[in-house]
T-cell receptor
Framework: KNQVEQSPQSLIILEGKNCTLQ??????????LRWYKQDTGRGPVSLTI?????NTKSNGRYTATLDADTKQSSLHITASQLSDSASYIC?????????????FGTGTRLKVLA | SAVISQKPSRDICQRGTSLTIQCQVD?????MFWYRQQPGQSLTLIAT?????????ESGFVIDKFPISRPNLTFSTLTVSNMSPEDSSIYLC???????????FGSGTRLTVV
């Protein structure tokens, strides 16, 4: 079954600290993996997109990793800021019979405290 | 990346009524996607809307309940018909323009049915 699981479900950290969010997937055939940030009451905003051959991709203080062998990805946030408080969603796409399907994880809700 | 204007941003509706949500994109796109995000849940694809053809609905969603229009390559509407409290969700439209960051989402419509 094609699934995307994220952990932890929620996380509270102090401003300035680093954190790592996990995403495990069983999607096949794999096309790409994306991380999104969703502020409360807003639409998701793309942070990174990674294909099968990419291991690491950075976007400012956000660094995503991908291990296609173990089907795991992580999103590392460096020097967290209050504005990082949001839900982070991992999305894996599969390409099958000429169409793309997108499988969404349930997200990690991050709270950054002053 | 594309910019999507989605409205209304929120609404409170009486059960049994209908609400039409609009999405306007600042560039032409082939496919537009409509998602639902129930409280505390991840995004679920409702349907894919191509210009000039009937929308393609995912399992569990039907045209009578969620009619979609796609009159041109920059605009789409989703109607939530005969609403019940179970329809209270965030509804999001999205597109996948060319580029490296994949999906772009509208800011969402927070619907509360009373």
């Amino acid at each position: 079954k094609n699934q995307v699981e994220q952990s932890p479900q929620s996380l509270i950290i102090l401003e300035g600290k680093n954190c790592t969010l996990q995403c495990n997937y069983t999607v096949s055939p794999f096309s790409n993996l994306r991380w999104y940030k969703q502020d409360t009451g807003r639409g998701p905003v793309s942070l990174t997109i990674m294909t099968f051959s990419e291991n690491t991709k950075s976007n400012g203080r956000y660094t995503a990793t991908l291990d296609a062998d173990t089907k795991q990805s992580s999103l590392h946030i460096t020097a967290s800021q209050l504005s990082d408080s949001a839900s982070y969603i991992c999305v894996v796409s599969r390409y099958n019979s000429g169409t793309y399907k997108y499988i969404f994880g349930t997200g990690t809700r991050l709270k950054v405290l002053a | 990346s594309a910019v999507i204007s989605q409205k209304p941003s929120r609404d409170i509706c009486q059960r049994g009524t209908s609400l039409t949500i609009q999405c306007q994109v600042d560039s032409q796109v082939t496919m537009m996607f409509w998602y639902r995000q129930q409280p505390g849940q991840s995004l679920t694809l409702i349907a894919t809307a191509n210009q000039g053809s009937e929308a393609t609905y995912e399992s569990g969603f039907v045209i009578d309940k969620f009619p979609i229009s796609r009159p041109n390559l920059t605009f789409s509407t989703l109607t939530v018909s005969n609403m019940s409290p179970e329809d209270s969700s965030i509804y999001l439209c999205s597109v996948e323009p060319t580029g490296s960051y994949g999906y772009t989402f509208g800011s969402g419509t927070r619907l509360t049915v009373v």
